[in-house]
């Protein structure tokens, strides 16, 4: 029985105006269904539309290969209703992706070849806009495939030496999955792409990620115990990031967003951050409505009753970075409803910043045990604030912390 299963044998044409999308699925179908292999993308361009990968098939993109996602918004169908999760309650009430997979195990997209997905379509380009300033608007917040490669209750998956570029959306998303690995990948995405998240961390356990050079007009590395999308709340947890390299207009890292429930048991260490707004990001917003993230009005239902959000026993260490915020920014709404924020520690930090780590908080909401260990931040001089009242430090309502050969100055 083979195991190389060559799209260009299913139909597949390396023409970019041809559409390949059932010959990569019929290959993809009959790889899972003789049970498993490569699926195998040879040299050239192919243009396609939503896929869906099955168990134990390894989708190979080779060298001088590439993946080009459609343009055309009306050939992205909705995900449909399905036991693994709550499609009712998608981020932005959006439904739509590119590559998908759910319920499946021991899959993997590999190989050193570019997915485009071909995002700037989807968006009003306005080159007049400069990076940091703002973002593009999209033409549509539920009309886009707002997913890129979107794993569902997956155990056991595998992205490898990839080159993503132009999303429209998330790069990834991994929700409630099992054992991940991503590794070596590279993601572009122009920083004023609006929503462009990286590796995007929702209710999983046993995560790896290395070696990786991400920049995005969003987050790069996502961490989330996602609750809505589910009968109960599923915490995330254990998952590792390092030798990384990270440049992002949002957040280099952000852990919890509204609605969240655990964060726990996660390590990021031996990273670049390159400009970047802010270095990590603990934020929990406002619980207004209409939400601004999921946005909550038309047709999408009302948030479910939640758990209180929590983040706990979070290392970072062996950090060089540069932000245009707070190296470490917890900002905490008073509405929110949260639980504890507690055991954070920075331990060998060179930053240079707009502005100090920051905690904003209230004294119910339990910030509690944040180290900084040899961390030395240097304040860029800003305009405007001669007087010195960007270098104050502001830890309001946080308890226990622990300044161990810290440092923050004023550049020269």
Known sequence: MKSIYDIRDYGASPDPQFDSTKAIQEAIDQCNKNGGGTVLVADGTYLFYPLRLKSNVRLEIAWNATLLAGSDPEKYPLIEPNDVWDVDYALRGNRRCVIYAEGQEHIAIVGQGK???QGTTFVNVDEELKPFAG???RKSDT???????????CTDVR?????????????TWFLNCQRVLVRGVTMRADLRMPNSDGIHFGSCDNCRVSDCDISTGDDCIIVRGMQEQFDKSIPCQNVTVTNCILQSSTSAVRIGWTHDGIQRNCTFSNLVIKESRDGFSIIV???RNPQPDPPRYGDFPPPKEV??????NISISNIVADTHGPLLNIRLAPDAKVDYVRRIAFRGVQAVSDRPPSVVALPEQNVSDLEFTDVDIELRAIPGKDDGSNANIRFQNAQNILLNNFRIRKSC
């Open 115 to 117: 997915i485009d997905f």
């Open 135 to 137: 973002h593009w608007k």
């Open 143 to 153: 009309m886009i495939p707002g997913r890129g490669l979107f794993f569902v209750g």
């Open 159 to 171: 992205l490898e030496d990839l080159f993503l570029t132009n999303p429209a959306g998330w790069f």
């Open 285 to 287: 917003p406002p619980m």
């Open 307 to 312: 758990e209180p959000f929590a983040v706990e």
